[in-house]
């Protein structure tokens, strides 16, 4: 069997093959389909190794296609590079090094999702830019309005064009506004028609119905909760899932000192955003279902503030969560057990009350 492995990059690549007679093949390469096929196609099956990139999937598909094994492999697991030296980098020692680590079986795989779930990661991030451009148009909106001792109602952005156009502005300022007006009314139409796409998955995948009996949770935290998931039976238990998503503190210990900080980066920054506010819309509609949960939140508020304790309750939301997608069962208030009412801190409380939004 051939071994081989490519250092990605957006515009060209390393690869390097390790034949069946242990002979070495160098490339460089223009990252494109046709390069690729001309390099590998025709071969002997081979196992190849790339680091999770942002090509990595694409590339991937295209070499199994021509009949080999692709393996998309952690970046960060260090035991991948113990044979680089730290004194020189170059692309082609970083390819002759995975290589290695290839044929010696040195890496860490990573799950590749559904290509459902890359589409819909990908609408969540078209959703995102669309949010934040229309924020951007508003706070420009908000500003100008401002230096001329004008102010906005506060209110829904939904209807913020409403509020805008009730104020007696000058002429001036009226003809200054109108591209931002456009842009803000465009941008409300794109995102009403992503948000009624978002239903339409949502009452089409059966495991994004059951998280929507949680109340609280709509199709776009469902549908954002199931694809960065993809496949719940890859985690042993709810502690891995909320470690994945980031929704745990830093910590910074050492010796007797302890010292635990804001919760983790993560790749699915989105997600961690979409539970802090279904926390807090949770929070604000005190519905029956959700009493447990909201008096254990209430008493993390009451000693750290309503903002550590939203963070704190976003991990047990994601929890709850992933149980429900693992036993296949929708929401259940009775099994929620009010720990608010404990006299004595659980040591999870005490590590997601410390965590504050990044």
């Known amino acids: 069997m051939e071994y081989g492995a490519i250092d990605l990059h957006k515009k060209e690549s390393q690869v390097r093959?390790?034949?069946?007679?242990?002979?070495?093949?160098?490339?460089?390469?223009?990252?494109?389909?046709?390069?690729?096929?001309?390099?590998?196609?025709?071969?002997?099956?081979?196992?190849?190794?790339?680091?999770?990139s942002t090509e990595s999937e694409w590339v991937a598909q295209h070499l199994e296609g021509l009949g080999h094994e692709v393996i998309v492999a952690d970046p960060n697991f260090g035991a991948m590079y113990a044979?680089?030296?730290?004194?020189?980098?170059?692309?082609?020692?970083?390819?002759?090094?995975?290589?290695?680590a290839c044929q010696q079986g040195h890496y860490r795989p990573v799950h590749r999702r559904s290509e459902r779930q890359r589409?819909?990661?990908?609408?969540l991030r078209v959703r995102r830019e669309l949010i934040e451009?229309?924020?951007?148009?508003?706070?420009?909106?908000?500003?100008?309005?401002?230096?001329?001792?004008?102010?906005?109602?506060?209110?829904?952005?939904?209807?913020?064009?409403?509020?805008?156009?009730?104020?007696?502005?000058?002429?001036?300022?009226?003809?200054?506004?109108?591209?931002?007006?456009?842009?803000?009314?465009?941008?409300?139409?794109?995102?009403?028609?992503a948000d009624e796409r978002f239903t339409t998955l949502g009452a089409d995948d059966p495991v994004a119905t059951r998280l929507m009996t949680m109340p609280s949770v709509g199709p776009i935290t469902a549908s954002a909760f199931v694809a960065a998931l993809d496949d719940a039976t890859r985690f042993d238990?709810?502690?891995?899932?909320?470690?994945?998503?980031?929704?745990?503190?830093?910590?910074?210990?050492?010796?007797?000192?302890?010292?635990?900080?804001?919760?983790?980066?993560s790749a699915h920054p989105q997600v961690q955003s979409l539970l802090i506010q279904a926390a807090w819309r949770m929070m604000r509609s005190r519905d029956a279902r959700t009493a447990g949960l909201c008096a254990w939140a209430d008493a993390i508020a009451?000693?750290?503030?309503?903002?550590v304790a939203m963070v704190a309750l976003a991990p047990r939301l994601a929890r709850i969560l992933f149980a429900m997608w693992r036993d296949q069962v929708d929401y259940q208030p009775d099994r929620i057990r009010d720990r608010g009412r404990r006299p004595v801190r659980s040591s999870h409380e005490g590590e997601a009350a410390q965590a504050s939004v990044t």
């Open 17 to 52: 093959i390790i034949d069946q007679s242990g002979a070495i093949i160098d490339r460089r390469i223009t990252t494109t389909r046709e390069r690729l096929t001309s390099v590998f196609w025709g071969r002997p099956r081979a196992r190849i190794l790339v680091e999770a």
């Open 83 to 100: 044979s680089r030296g730290r004194r020189i980098k170059t692309d082609r020692r970083d390819a002759a090094v995975l290589a290695v």
């Open 119 to 123: 589409t819909v990661q990908s609408m």
């Open 133 to 193: 451009s229309r924020t951007r148009a508003i706070s420009l909106a908000r500003a100008i309005t401002r230096a001329a001792g004008f102010r906005i109602r506060g209110g829904r952005t939904e209807i913020f064009l409403d509020r805008l156009g009730a104020l007696e502005l000058p002429e001036t300022m009226r003809a200054t506004l109108v591209p931002l007006r456009s842009a803000i009314d465009i941008l409300n139409q794109e995102l009403a028609t």
């Open 237 to 265: 238990n709810a502690a891995q899932v909320t470690s994945y998503l980031g929704l745990v503190p830093r910590e910074y210990s050492s010796g007797e000192r302890q010292h635990r900080g804001h919760v983790l980066r």
């Open 302 to 307: 009451g000693r750290r503030g309503k903002r």
